[in-house]
């Protein structure tokens, strides 16, 4: 019991103390309550704080002061807090015992994981994110999708799930017959080469493309029946489908290999042969009602504007099937399949109701095993700095190539100006690459820093400053403590499990006790999907890392002190690359 309890953070450890207590002091009835032990809302209450007393008051049948002073009669919380307070009517504070913050953070010194414990039950957990759509430009939109969706992925895999990312891509749907029916009138010869021919700018082919399919009536006819045959596998259709895709492809994975970013591509169309089934399977289940011709599922809880109940399509009068169709095939695909035991789609707040009524016919399907947990976790819009959707200043919608090359470049303006000022000269190497880190996790940080429900504001120069919750001042600390490391000719590296801990000085605490707290974060992200949260903790670290840094000297300190300090500055520069890292943001060594 004891190793394992070494190995969990403060908070765990706390909470089954309090379980503890609660049953010894009031019987085995309130062995499943939860003792309500949360982080403390005023430091000045101390590290941690429980309400439990005021919430059981009514089923004990006691004053919750009264009850707090019991169960602190059992409470055994030696060797982790000082004796406990109780405060007000009942509120129970506690507050870490120094020796204890200094052992633990001695142990996790020589911890590649920095004490984070991998979960005891891996899942299989499929990121359904980024999920742009051929021939179509990937817009911000498809931005925030695929950076929110790689944190999520990268932070569920570092608590050691098995995750699956995939790229949902739109590559399937009666777009392809005018697209098709262009290729072959503009570009015959795309089909007849053997290798893949560039056919340029994807988007501009797409208007030309729908242009012609406005005007001309012949077009049209053509570009439906190009449908049917693309739907029919006729291998010439399948060939210009092909070349449309590769070209898409291609363009994406620039944005990709710009983000460093990872995902297996399982588009729409991979689901098409699935289609029929799942329309049986509605069928059996009782789901199906015909309506006007067309398949359909009416949900509960959604209504038209006459209050009659709304109709999921799924197969529509023509034959052909939906986004909606394709999704559930998906879905039961990857439970069945893939066996999955969590799905999370990443999309905006725009697509919620979508989901949410793919859900509702999944669950009534009877697809939705227990122990299976599908979540749709919306994001908000991102706007320019009028408040209005994101766009050039011509007005056209802003390309997200476009876009993260003017991050970049002005990363590298910045700090050219900075360079200029420290009177430091640096290769054209290391400016080219500081600014594209920099720019990139500029643009990555002020996404995921924002609560992902909400809109948020794109702003260049917000996202770029060395102040504030930015990824510049992140990286900056990080680069702090490399810089300690290479004045002092230390190989942080080295400090080894003797290494004395000391928390004498206040802001030497305050950093310690923030450094233990990195599991308690990540066991909560893990849960909520929320990524801001670790933004916030990884901002507040820097923050008092560099309060530590200004009020206590560390090189120049005496020993034991001076060894003390610089682990503190490891852990803290190890607990932000390691923090950063599964915001998909790397680090510099000096910048
Ligand atoms: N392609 C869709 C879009 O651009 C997003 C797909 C999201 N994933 C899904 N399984 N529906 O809006």
């Not at 010894?24 to 007393?53: E, T």
């Not at 016919?361 to 700095?385: K, M, S, T, Y």
Request: with cysteine; glycine share 6%; net charge negative.
């Amino acid at each position: 019991m004891s190793s394992s309890n070494n190995c969990r953070h403060p908070l765990e450890q706390l909470k089954s103390k309090f379980t503890q207590a609660l049953t010894s002091a009031f019987g085995s009835d309130l062995a499943g309550i939860d003792p309500m032990v949360v982080p403390a809302s005023n430091p000045k209450f101390g590290d941690y704080q429980s309400n439990v007393a005021l919430a059981l008051s009514k089923q004990l049948g006691q004053p919750p002061r009264a009850i707090a002073q019991t169960l602190l009669q059992h409470l055994d919380v030696g060797g982790i807090c000082q004796a406990p307070s109780i405060a007000g009517p009942g509120f129970i504070n506690l507050s870490l015992e120094p020796t204890y913050l200094e052992t633990r953070l001695r142990n996790i010194l020589t911890n590649p994981r920095l004490g984070v414990e991998p979960v005891k039950i891996a899942k299989r957990v499929i990121v359904d994110f980024s999920s742009p759509n051929i021939a179509k430009e990937m817009h911000v939109g498809h931005l925030r999708s695929t950076i929110i969706g790689d944190s999520i992925a990268r932070i569920l895999e570092f608590c050691g799930h098995d995750v699956i990312r995939l790229n949902h891509v739109g590559d399937w749907g009666t777009q392809f017959g005018m697209l098709i029916a262009y290729l072959r009138e503009a570009y015959p010869e795309a089909l007849t080469k053997s290798d893949a021919l560039d056919l340029g700018d994807l988007v501009a082919f797409y208007r030309q493309a729908k242009q012609r399919f406005d005007a001309n009536d012949q077009f049209q006819a053509i570009a439906r029946q190009e449908v049917v045959k693309l739907q029919a596998g006729d291998i010439e259709s399948r060939k210009a489908w092909q070349l449309l895709c590769e070209q898409s492809r291609r363009e994406f994975q620039v944005i990709y290999d710009l983000l460093d970013i990872e995902l297996t591509e399982r588009g729409e169309s991979f689901y098409n042969p699935l289609l029929p089934d799942v329309v049986a399977d509605l069928k059996h289940s009782g789901l199906l009602e015909e309506s006007a011709g067309a398949s359909c599922v009416f949900l509960e809880g959604f209504t038209n504007k006459e209050g009659n109940p709304l109709p999921l399509i799924v197969q529509k009068s023509d034959g052909g099937y939906n986004y909606a169709t394709t999704d559930l095939a998906a879905l039961r695909y990857r439970i069945e399949q893939d066996g999955a035991q969590r799905i999370i789609y990443v999309t905006d707040t725009g697509q919620a109701n979508h989901f949410a009524q793919v859900f509702q016919v999944a669950r009534r399907a009877g697809w939705l095993l227990e122990n299976l947990e599908v979540v749709h976790i919306p994001f908000g819009l991102v706007q320019g700095e009028d408040g209005k959707k994101l766009k050039t200043r011509s007005g056209e919608t802003v390309r997200l190539r476009d876009l993260l090359d003017e991050a970049i470049a002005r990363a590298y303006n910045d700090l050219e100006t900075r360079l200029k000022e420290e009177e430091r000269g640096e290769t054209e190497q290391f400016k080219a690459h500081v600014a594209k880190v920099v720019g990139i996790s500029a643009v990555k940080y002020a996404d995921l820093s924002q609560n992902r429900s909400s809109n948020y504001i794109f702003s260049f120069d917000r996202m770029l400053a060395l102040q504030g919750n930015t990824a510049p001042y992140m990286l900056y600390a990080y680069v702090r403590v490399q810089g300690i490391s290479r004045k002092g000719n230390i190989d942080l590296g080295q400090l080894g499990a003797d290494t004395p801990i000391l928390l004498q000085e206040y802001t030497e605490l305050v950093l310690g006790k923030h450094l233990l707290q990195l599991s308690e974060v990540l066991t909560e992200v893990e849960q909520d999907l929320l990524p801001n949260r670790l933004c916030q903790y990884l901002f507040e670290l820097s923050q008092k890392f560099n309060q530590f840094y200004d009020q206590c000297p560390v090189l120049q300190a005496e020993e034991p002190q001076r060894r003390s300090r610089l682990a503190l500055c490891d852990l803290a520069a190890r607990t932000l690359k390691l923090g950063l890292s599964l915001l998909g943001i790397t680090v510099l060594e000096r910048m």
